[in-house]
């Protein structure tokens, strides 16, 4: 069966920072690419960042490029993303997922994409 269980989630005012974890079961961690996608209130779910199974290849959207890092544990079977100068629109239920990549970007399986954490920024 295959589990993606996302935490570190929380509670932050604007310009603070977060790292969140997911460790993931079920599948070959180190054979696969990953993603961090994330839905904001009343939005579909969206990309944002992706990281290839070697831990290279590294991409994010545009409005988190600078500010989020996506880095991987292979051994730990665990994926992060390191959220700095957080903003109000960061606030979101953020998922991790399985991805495929072709042509520049990241595709994720976000119907695979497990249990989320909730970050909200305010102030």
């Known amino acids: 069966e295959v589990q993606l269980v996302a935490s570190g989630g929380g509670l932050v005012q604007p310009g603070g920072s977060l790292r969140l974890s997911c460790v993931v079961s079920g599948f070959t961690f180190s054979k696969s690419h990953m993603a961090w996608i994330r839905q904001r209130p009343g939005m579909g779910l969206e990309w944002v960042s992706g990281?290839?199974?070697?831990?290279?290849?590294?991409r994010y959207e545009g409005s988190v490029k600078g500010r989020f890092v996506i880095s991987r544990n292979n051994d730990a079977n665990t994926l992060y993303l390191q959220m700095n100068n957080l903003q109000p629109d960061d606030t979101a239920v953020y998922f991790c997922s399985r991805a495929h990549y072709l042509g520049g970007q990241y595709y994720p399986e976000y119907s695979d994409r497990g249990q989320g954490t909730q970050v909200t920024v305010t102030s």
């Open positions: 990281i290839f199974a070697g831990g290279g290849t590294l």
